[in-house]
């Protein structure tokens, strides 16, 4: 059974094309600096939203119906709906997928009837990456949306959910490292908390810790070689979760000692929950070593939540390929669609002109960049601002062999620093300019 007949293989038509059903931007084989777009970008799509999402909001029921999803039996369900996804990364080109163990396969009456579920499903999408060459980018476990996670998963306080928790995931490295998925990514749906007045922060960061340190080894244990990964949010649905940013994440994860089996996956709307920009919490990874992977979407500036919607903001795409670009690329990780249709776009034809809009912003966006730094007048402008560090006393402060009683002999002699300008109006017309 097919599930898209009407909607044509989108192809690269170039910027003047006029078929909603093409990409202007994104061309898999073009080279940009050295790597073809399809290995710079690296895209998946995402199953819980794109086959599993209805439109369904806190105010109204479910609008979006999907040929896939009528079976009465949930299994059934399942796998027509792995089916339809490697259908559509077909269609459209994409490279990768991404799941949640519950997304792939329903939950069962018992734990085992769960994890036979998971396994059957497994074995099919194992079947259909070996027919189409989609491959999994990563793997996860639904660690939220069942009610025994209602206080949290590994920082619950009942030690019966902990060890649910970890039965569950461990099921779900399996599955991850029998597809060959390239990461594994822990988000924290519900670790945190509502309020201080039940709350033992400590134990319950301690036991984060204890849970991801399991994790390693059970991952060494069965040979499973992906990169872990922490994917950063600030809230929602707990008031207040303990991977608030990317900048909490690391401090946990070396006060912890996981510094070096860990990266983190940032979320474009979870940096603005944060009340960071997309860039900034690119950066704060990437400026360590430790940016693994990215869910790319955006949020809306007039709406407080997680609206999920799919990237078509220019400014935004460029200044993330542009980190990407000056730090080494993504490596293993990839560009995940974690966004979602509006709820008023119901047509099968939607999710592909959702997917090629972000495709075409995310292509667009590195074509910028990389013309950006190649006539390098913004690195310039930057290097021009640092310049006193690569001399003289800025040097010596550099080298570590300055000490305060140094520095205040040297201003002493050297009296009131000049007012330099940052240039920032300047530097916006500049990035203007390119786009």
Same mark, same amino acid.
């Given at each position: 059974?097919?599930?898209?007949?009407?909607?044509?293989? =989108?192809?690269?038509?170039?910027?003047?094309?006029?078929?909603?059903?093409?990409?202007?931007?994104?061309? !898999?084989?073009?080279?940009?600096?050295?790597?073809?777009?399809?290995?710079?970008?690296?895209?998946?799509?995402?199953?819980?939203?794109?086959?599993?999402?209805?439109?369904?909001?806190?105010?109204?029921?479910? $609008?979006?119906?999907?040929?896939?999803?009528?079976?009465?039996?949930?299994?059934?369900?399942?796998?027509?709906?792995?089916?339809?996804?490697?259908?559509?990364?077909?269609?459209?080109?994409?490279?990768?997928?991404?799941?949640?163990?519950?997304?792939?396969?329903?939950?069962?009456? @018992?734990?085992?009837?769960?994890?036979?579920?998971?396994?059957?499903? $497994?074995?099919?999408?194992?079947?259909?990456?070996?027919?189409?060459?989609?491959?999994?980018?990563?793997?996860?476990?639904? +660690?939220?949306?069942?009610?025994?996670?209602?206080?949290?998963?590994?920082?619950?306080?009942?030690?019966? $959910?902990?060890?649910?928790?970890?039965?569950?995931?461990?099921?779900?490295?399996?599955?991850?490292?029998?597809? *060959?998925?390239?990461?594994?990514?822990?988000?924290?749906?519900?670790?945190?908390?509502?309020?201080?007045?039940?709350?033992?922060?400590?134990?319950?960061?301690?036991?984060?810790? @204890?849970?991801?340190?399991?994790?390693?080894?059970?991952?060494?244990?069965?040979?499973?070689?992906?990169?872990?990964?922490?994917?950063?949010?600030?809230?929602?649905?707990?008031? %207040?979760?303990?991977?608030?940013?990317?900048? @909490?994440?690391?401090?946990?994860?070396?006060?912890?000692?996981?510094?070096? %089996?860990?990266?983190?996956?940032?979320?474009?709307?979870?940096?603005?929950?944060?009340?960071?920009?997309? !860039?900034?919490?690119?950066? $704060?990874?990437?400026?360590?070593?430790?940016? /693994?992977? =990215?869910?790319?979407?955006?949020?809306?500036?007039?709406?407080?939540?997680?609206?999920?919607?799919?990237?078509?903001?220019?400014?935004?795409?460029?200044?993330?390929?542009?980190?990407?670009?000056?730090? /080494?690329?993504?490596?293993?990780? *990839?560009?995940?669609?974690?966004?979602? +249709?509006?709820?008023?776009? @119901?047509?099968?034809?939607?999710?592909? %002109?959702? %997917?090629?809009?972000?495709?075409?912003?995310?292509?667009?966006?590195?074509?910028?960049?990389?013309?950006?730094?190649?006539?390098?007048?913004?690195?310039?402008? =930057? !290097?021009?601002?640092?310049?006193?560090?690569?001399?003289? =006393? /800025?040097?010596?402060?550099?080298?570590?062999?300055?000490?305060?009683?140094?520095?205040?002999?040297?201003?002493?002699?050297?009296?009131?620093?000049?007012?330099?300008?940052?240039?920032?109006?300047?530097?916006?017309?500049?990035?203007?300019?390119?786009?």
């Amino acid at each position: 059974m097919n599930f898209f007949d009407n909607i044509p293989t =989108i192809r690269y038509q170039g910027p003047e094309a006029t078929d909603p059903f093409s990409f202007r931007y994104y061309d !898999a084989e073009r080279m940009v600096a050295g790597k073809t777009m399809a290995e710079h970008l690296r895209f998946a799509v995402s199953c819980w939203h794109t086959f599993l999402g209805t439109g369904q909001d806190i105010f109204g029921s479910a $609008v979006h119906s999907r040929s896939w999803s009528g079976a009465n039996d949930p299994m059934e369900r399942a796998r027509m709906t792995i089916r339809a996804a490697f259908e559509f990364c077909q269609k459209i080109g994409m490279q990768y997928y991404c799941f949640h163990d519950r997304d792939i396969a329903p939950e069962g009456e @018992t734990f085992a009837q769960s994890c036979k579920n998971l396994e059957e499903i $497994v074995k099919l999408a194992g079947e259909l990456q070996k027919e189409t060459g989609v491959k999994l980018l990563w793997g996860t476990a639904n +660690l939220f949306s069942n009610p025994r996670f209602t206080h949290g998963a590994s920082t619950n306080p009942n030690a019966h $959910v902990f060890a649910y928790a970890a039965a569950q995931v461990k099921h779900a490295m399996d599955a991850t490292k029998e597809l *060959g998925g390239d990461g594994y990514v822990f988000w924290g749906g519900r670790e945190g908390y509502e309020t201080l007045l039940n709350t033992d922060m400590k134990k319950e960061q301690e036991n984060l810790a @204890t849970f991801l340190h399991m994790a390693v080894d059970y991952a060494k244990k069965i040979g499973f070689t992906g990169q872990f990964l922490i994917e950063p949010k600030p809230k929602e649905p707990t008031k %207040h979760q303990y991977d608030f940013d990317a900048g @909490t994440v690391l401090g946990f994860l070396r006060a912890y000692g996981l510094i070096d %089996h860990f990266k983190l996956n940032i979320e474009a709307n979870h940096a603005t929950l944060a009340g960071h920009t997309f !860039a900034h919490e690119l950066t $704060v990874a990437a400026s360590a070593g430790k940016l /693994g992977s =990215i869910d790319v979407n955006r949020g809306d500036l007039l709406l407080g939540w997680d609206t999920d919607q799919f990237p078509t903001d220019l400014y935004e795409t460029t200044q993330a390929m542009l980190v990407l670009l000056q730090h /080494g690329g993504i490596g293993r990780g *990839g560009l995940n669609f974690d966004a979602k +249709l509006r709820r008023g776009s @119901t047509d099968l034809e939607d999710l592909f %002109h959702a %997917h090629i809009g972000g495709m075409d912003t995310f292509a667009r966006g590195l074509l910028v960049a990389d013309k950006i730094i190649s006539d390098g007048k913004l690195n310039d402008c =930057i !290097a021009k601002r640092y310049s006193s560090y690569e001399s003289g =006393i /800025g040097k010596t402060i550099r080298d570590g062999k300055a000490d305060f009683d140094m520095l205040e002999k040297w201003i002493l002699e050297n009296g009131e620093p000049k007012l330099m300008s940052g240039r920032q109006e300047y530097l916006e017309n500049l990035l203007n300019c390119y786009i």
